[in-house]
């Protein structure tokens, strides 16, 4: 079974998280890049902007990330905290979606019972990433645990009307993200498109929108290019990885990265897009490097 970001969420407590440990300068030996792979990903022409995820390079010092991901053309670190940011300015780095470090994806608003709690914590977040200049906050609909579609839609815009009326005070957009049921996590509400957008609508606000994970929804719906170009005004961010097993973007995996993304150029899209794939390769920034150029249009 893939490790997956509740795998990370959950052992981040004890210094676990992500690929199994291993010292820098294996990396350093066994990843660097052609000079001409970083090149073509950073001449380009891209109508959006190249984002990674923290947790799926875990095993690497972020200070020592930073430094290796922005010459292949990466302009943010997401998925990362309060603490992580002053690392990011200093390498001219952003964050395009901010978390906490008590994010779970089980414990969601779709449950009335953790409602308190949660607004209290992204209460303060939002008002942490608006300070720091950060635009978006990922939120999660959390298990079904017997709590019907209908029901977990209602308690989920419930729960979320108080942070969505300060998001839009400080500027902010809260995203929810589309997750796989079938394989990485069992019982996730916000698992097909139609109830996101379902979502969203009854919110109506332009500060709550939806975090596209391509690989996620490859698994639950497929039909990619035709839910993105249908629902491009409810999309605010995007994910990618391959499929099968959330590794490289490559030509073993069976979406066709390149057309997806001109899809996604196609719509006028012009945030950023993350890659959220854990790399098996001995060079694992060859890989970044080169799904960065075909993610690139």
């Not at 839609?153 to 400080?170: F, I, M």
């Not at 009854?202 to 993105?228: N, R």
Request: glycine residues 6%; charged residues 25%.
């Amino acid at each position: 079974m893939p490790f997956t970001r509740r795998d990370w969420l959950t052992r981040a407590a004890t210094g676990l998280a992500g690929m199994a440990a291993a010292p820098f300068s294996a990396f350093l030996a066994k990843a660097e890049a052609p000079l001409s792979i970083c090149l073509s990903a950073n001449k380009t022409r891209r109508t959006f902007r190249h984002s990674l995820c923290r947790w799926t390079f875990r095993s690497i010092p972020l200070d020592e990330l930073c430094a290796r991901v922005k010459p292949l053309g990466i302009e943010s670190i997401e998925l990362t905290t309060p603490e992580e940011w002053p690392i990011l300015r200093k390498h001219g780095l952003s964050c395009a979606v901010a978390t906490h470090r008590k994010a779970s994806l089980t414990r969601g608003f779709n449950n009335p019972k953790y409602h308190a709690e949660l607004q209290a914590t992204y209460h303060r977040l939002i008002d942490q990433a608006a300070d720091a200049g950060i635009g978006q906050v990922i939120v999660f609909s959390g298990k079904r645990d017997g709590i019907s579609d209908e029901a977990g839609l209602e308690n989920c815009a419930h729960g979320l009307e108080p942070l969505v009326r300060q998001a839009e005070k400080r500027g902010i957009r809260l995203i929810m993200e589309l997750l796989n049921s079938k394989v990485d996590h069992k019982g996730y509400q916000c698992d097909h498109t139609s109830w996101g957008v379902a979502l969203v609508d009854k919110i109506g606000s332009e500060h709550f929108k939806l975090l596209y994970d391509i690989y996620h929804m490859q698994i639950m719906e497929g039909d990619i290019i035709a839910t993105i170009t249908r629902y491009k005004d409810y999309i605010a961010h995007y994910h990618t990885a391959g499929v099968p097993g959330r590794h490289e973007i490559d030509d073993t995996q069976e979406l066709n990265y390149p057309a997806i993304m001109q899809a996604i150029a196609d719509t006028g899209f012009d945030g950023y897009v993350a890659q959220e794939f854990i790399p098996t390769s001995p060079h694992p920034f060859r890989a970044l490097a080169d799904a960065i150029r075909r993610c690139s249009v």
